[in-house]
């Protein structure tokens, strides 16, 4: 039964959020319970992963609950704050997703697939195929630096470090890489001069 003589879930969000502050049990249900669905929105908005999502709100309200007493109503509704908090804090994690590694020697393999069968070629967009083609061309170095970066997201540093080679040779194979590919794409394909 609740201690209040009127319903908590009238009370206004400032009313709420100054109840979570305090650590009243029955306010900090009913605050989470109001915005849970705004919040969990936002995040899964900026990340696209549910858990992920989930654990952002969890940290979301425990950040309104430790800095609840630095709110100014002057700057905006509880709800935007809330709403900041979470972006800021789904962008956090999206950026500290680290690239899942690749060993170099299955970056061989991934190269080397240009489906030539009339059903791959079938499913295949033609631009994509097109693409491909042009990296399994490049030589074997720069098409793995290429891919590292372009598909992987890897940085120089961390292509360097993988390949066992200087700094600068990195930037010039992705470089070089990155030319060779320009050229080759701008170019007319083969055979599409003839009609």
């Known amino acids: 039964m609740s201690r209040f003589r009127f319903p908590v879930g009238r009370l ?12 009243d049990p029955e306010l900090a249900v009913t605050f989470v319970r109001r915005f849970q669905h705004t919040v969990f929105g936002v995040a899964i908005a900026v990340t696209g992963d549910p858990q992920l999502a989930e ?7 425990e950040r309104a609950w430790r800095h609840a007493q630095i709110y100014d109503a002057r700057r905006g509704s509880v709800r935007t704050w809330l709403t900041a908090i979470a972006h800021n804090l789904a962008i ?8 899942e590694p690749v060993a170099p ?6 190269l080397g697939v240009v489906s030539d069968t009339p059903e791959q070629h079938a499913l295949a967009d033609e631009a994509s195929s097109r693409l491909r083609e042009a990296v399994a061309e490049l030589p074997p170095e720069q098409g793995r630096a290429l891919v590292m970066a372009g ?8 292509i360097a470090d993988s390949e066992k080679i200087p700094l600068g040779t990195a930037k010039t194979r992705i470089r ?18 003839v009609k």
Do not use: C, N, W
């Not at 020697?105 to 991934?110: A, K, Y």
């Not at 598909?151 to 961390?158: C, H, K, L, V």
């Not at 070089?176 to 001069?193: E, I, N, Q, V």
């Open 12 to 23: 206004p969000d400032e009313a709420l959020l100054s109840g979570l502050a305090t650590g």
């Open 105 to 110: 020697e299955d970056l061989e393999s991934i």
């Open 92 to 99: 956090d994690a999206v950026r500290s997703r680290q690239p």
């Open 176 to 193: 070089t890489a990155m030319g060779k590919l320009r050229s080759t794409l701008a170019s007319p394909k083969r055979g599409d001069h």
């Open 151 to 158: 598909i992987y997201g890897m940085t120089a540093q961390q």
């Open 55 to 61: 654990d952002i709100a969890q940290q979301t309200f």
